[in-house]
């Protein structure tokens, strides 16, 4: 089956941590993005990548890297320069090639909780 | 810019009760609209999706029209069943790079 894979679905930290939140994608798609959501609130982005070896920050990428060696994986670290990193994060991505580039198609998340 | 305003909830309903939901944004251009819904502990799910005015998109008894005019995309489904309950995203795309705006989230509660 084609989906996107987030892993783990909880992750614990400890203050003073990074810590990489994994997504993988099977659906042959260019674009991947991460998102944070805190409860009862709608989605922020934090980076997004259109393509291999390239991405671009969102609304709120301070405390936040990722890389793009593989078209299928997009991992993201949260660093311990993030304040407030307790949150459920959503990977998702867009555009199979000769298709419409404009439906994004999100994974189960990760639920990260700093101790 | 864009922005996506949806209905605060939490909208509570009996089952098999008529559901509204509705979406109002503001953007530039010609934006592709959609809804998506997230259950419990889960990921967001595309419900449905319209690419231009008047289109309808429609999904497991959920609709909603593109309309232009009222710049609006309001979700509807004629009986909402227990399962249905989950919050409801509504947001747009616009522009290079097909990012998406989505509106805050709104959470349906349907009672036996």
């Known amino acids: 089956d084609g989906g996107i894979t987030q892993s783990p679905k909880y992750l614990f930290r400890k203050e003073g941590q990074n810590v990489t939140l994994s997504c993988e994608q099977n659906?042959?798609?260019?674009?991947m993005y991460w998102y944070r959501q805190d409860p009862g609130q709608g989605l922020r982005l934090i980076y997004y990548?259109?393509?291999?070896?390239?991405?671009q920050k969102g609304d709120i990428a301070e405390g936040y890297s990722v890389s793009r060696e593989k078209k299928e994986s997009f991992p993201l670290t949260v660093t311990s320069a993030q304040k407030n990193p307790t949150a459920f994060y959503l990977c998702?991505?867009?555009?199979?090639?000769?298709?419409?580039?404009?439906?994004?198609?999100f994974g189960p998340g990760t639920r990260l909780t700093v101790l | 810019g864009n922005s996506v305003t949806q209905m605060e909830g939490p909208v509570t309903l009996s089952e098999e009760a008529f559901l509204t939901i509705n979406c109002t944004y503001t953007?530039?251009?010609?934006?592709?609209l959609f809804w998506y819904v997230q259950y419990p502990g889960e990921g967001l799910q595309l419900l449905l999706k319209?690419?231009?005015?008047?289109d309808k998109g429609s999904n497991k008894g959920f609709e909603a029209t593109y309309r232009k005019e009222t710049t609006s995309f309001h979700l509807e489904k004629g009986s909402v069943q227990v399962s249905d309950s989950a919050v409801y995203f509504c947001?747009?795309?616009?522009?290079?790079?097909?990012?998406?705006?989505f509106g805050g989230g709104t959470r349906l509660m349907v009672k036996p």
């Open positions: 319209a690419t231009k005015a008047d």
């Open positions: 990548s259109q393509i291999v070896n390239d991405f």
């Open positions: 953007a530039t251009g010609y934006p592709s």
């Open positions: 659906l042959n798609h260019d674009a």
């Open positions: 947001a747009l795309t616009s522009g290079a790079g097909n990012m998406l705006t």
């Open positions: 998702a991505s867009s555009a199979p090639p000769g298709e419409s580039t404009d439906t994004q198609y």
